[in-house]
């Protein structure tokens, strides 16, 4: 097999996306079934950190709406981000993978709290970090958080598993006439409002020159195939 192209990735999944088919709470058989691929980039030498969103949950801005203040809706969702990080460290570590979780929120009693270089250190000696709680702040979403992590610990890509198989000129469910890119630049996700992460997300990863690679979850080998080189989905970058 050949060498894998990144060698340490930032890998964000959607909390939907653990739910598999269901609209709400976790599907084990998918979870297990990402934490099998994640296993074998592992075992390949891929330094992997891995945020979780929560709207299989709780999502604060939706959920919470006009009915609740908006900083308490939104650590609700972070809340939720830790269940979904919990329940993949559980799926890992029956797997034998080393694992981490670590909190941008305090809860000592269940995870170690965020700090850059214990989570450099732990990915150095092979284990997987999970990140839960986004930035720890309200107003900032998860693919924010993904972001910051990402930079943070110097990935060299950001893998962005969704339910979609990549960036559409629109919403491919409304118009089908929709076109999926292979390429596309940061400049160009901001100027059309495409739909890859939200604007502060985006203009970090622009800022950072991360590359980003959004691809469906549905299959989760599609994560191997990211990491070995393969062209899968969309790739959001400064430049081709």
């Known amino acids: 097999m050949s060498e894998p192209k990144y060698k340490r990735i930032l890998l964000k999944i959607s909390g939907e996306a653990l739910a598999g088919g269901k609209e709400r709470g976790l599907d084990f058989e998918m979870i297990g079934k990402v934490c099998d691929v994640i296993k074998q980039c592992v075992e390949l030498g891929v330094q992997v950190g891995v945020v979780v969103g929560g709207g299989n949950f709780w999502r604060g801005l939706k959920d919470g709406g006009d009915r609740m203040e908006r900083t308490r809706a939104d650590h609700m969702g972070m809340l939720a981000t830790v269940i979904n990080a919990l329940a993949v ?13 670590q909190t941008a929120i305090a809860m000592n009693a269940i995870a170690e709290p965020y700090i850059r270089g214990k989570a450099v250190r732990h990915l150095e000696k092979g284990r997987v970090v999970i990140f839960g709680c986004g930035t720890g702040n ?9 972001v910051l992590r990402a930079a943070e610990i110097e990935a060299d890509a950001i893998l962005l598993a969704k339910n979609v198989d990549g960036v559409y000129s629109a919403d491919p469910k409304k118009d089908p006439n929709a076109v999926r890119y292979d390429h596309i630049t940061y400049d160009e996700v901001l100027a059309k409002h495409l739909s890859v992460m939200d604007t502060t997300a985006t203009s970090l990863s622009m800022d950072n020159n991360i590359p980003i690679v959004l691809f469906a979850l549905e299959d989760p080998r599609n994560i191997l195939r990211v990491v070995m080189g393969e062209q899968i989905g969309t790739t959001v970058k400064e430049e081709f």
Do not use: K, N
Not at 89 to 101: G, N, T
Not at 138 to 146: C, I, M, V
């Open 89 to 101: 460290a559980d799926c890992l570590e029956q797997r034998d993978v080393p694992v981490r979780v």
């Open 138 to 146: 309200p107003y900032f979403s998860t693919d924010t958080g993904a």
